[in-house]
């Protein structure tokens, strides 16, 4: 109302220097500034009295880079708005005014990295045509999850045995794993004395026993967050461990080992559980320690993930037959097997031999 209030002293100024000096031609301007200034601050207060607007987000978590749907609901008063902008979020374009009370504008917004991120509120700019008053109105604040963004897997070298990589070849169980560990989908080539025939029963649909040994076959990816080289570097690795998660899943499945677990989060093919320890990879920061390494000490694949510059004597300890450091710093002389969201995937040489 600034505007209105400088529009209505300056008539007023005209009113009394026509007085003063007797100068009754200003007298015309003066009153018609303040009957301006007066009218535009009394529309636009009553066009704003009674209008709200309303903001629904299409999800409360979005990859990284890929478009969230806004929904930007305004409702006007009894009297019309002389001039109206919408805003859905506060440094977003300005959005034409719906053409109808109640009408929904949608609109996209980005968000470049993971974290939670603040979105401030939708606007509605209601003003005069002149702009001499003003009146803004604001939806309630949002906060959104932002995941890592899932990128495919590039192989550039394959040679020997595949694991997990879409040529895993099917496990044979020791003669130990007997302890059931959960129920599965039928996977075809399963030995049929492992079906679970009371659940086929209730539900006609094909289930398997799958036991402990199960997961010590399946590839684990552990993510060591430690003494990262950069910011964004650590926001690769992130994302190089979700994908591997989600392509490893869907070639016969994975485990994610995360810091403060004491044993890795299993991932089936129906990728049960992701939407979880996902959310968990947005989050993690580098003080949240080291991964636990007592309860690798079964596991036959592991993918190391860290965004250090050198973080590989952990990875060479191991015992796993099958070790896979995957970093955005690749060590020389290590070949590089695949590239995944700018990191590389570098083999360690076999049965605890160290590379140079």
Request: aromatic share 4%; hydrophobic share 50%.
């Amino acid at each position: 109302m600034r505007r209105a209030l400088a529009a209505a002293g300056l008539g007023l100024c005209l009113c009394l220097a026509a007085g003063a000096f007797a100068a009754a031609p200003l007298y015309v301007p003066g009153v018609a500034l303040l009957a301006l200034a007066s009218a535009a601050a009394a529309w636009v207060a009553l066009a704003a009295r009674g209008a709200r607007v309303v903001r629904e987000l299409g999800c409360p978590c979005v990859q990284e880079e890929a478009p969230l749907r806004l929904s930007v609901c305004v409702a006007r008063g009894r009297v019309p708005m002389p001039g109206a902008e919408v805003r859905a979020w506060p440094d977003g374009g300005v959005l034409s005014p719906p053409g109808s009370n109640g009408a929904v504008i949608i609109a996209q917004v980005r968000f470049s990295r993971r974290g939670i991120h603040a979105l401030g509120p939708a606007s509605l700019l209601v003003s005069d045509p002149l702009g001499l008053a003003r009146r803004t109105i604001v939806s309630a604040a949002d906060r959104v999850l932002v995941l890592p963004r899932i990128e495919p897997l590039q192989l550039t070298e394959l040679g020997g045995e595949s694991t997990g990589f879409g040529q895993r070849s099917t496990p044979v169980l020791s003669a130990g794993a007997t302890e059931v560990d959960s129920l599965a989908p039928h996977r075809p080539g399963a030995p049929a004395s492992r079906i679970h025939w009371p659940t086929v029963a209730r539900t006609t649909t094909l289930m398997e026993r799958r036991l402990v040994a199960d997961a010590d076959q399946a590839p684990v990816v552990v993510v060591d967050p430690r003494d990262p080289s950069a910011p964004e570097a650590l926001d690769l690795a992130l994302r190089a461990a979700a994908s591997l998660c989600v392509h490893l899943a869907r070639h016969g499945g994975c485990a994610l080992l995360l810091p403060g677990d004491r044993r890795p989060a299993r991932i089936d093919r129906e990728l049960y559980g992701f939407p979880e320890l996902h959310a968990r990879l947005a989050l993690l920061e580098p003080d949240a320690g080291a991964p636990a390494l007592t309860c690798l000490a079964t596991a036959i694949t592991v993918l190391w993930v860290t965004a250090a510059d050198v973080r590989a004597r952990a990875l060479i300890q191991l015992r796993a037959p099958a070790r896979c450091l995957v970093s955005p710093h690749p060590r020389p002389g290590w070949p590089v097997r695949f590239k995944v969201a700018g990191c590389s995937g570098q083999w360690v040489e076999a049965r605890g031999r160290r590379a140079a």
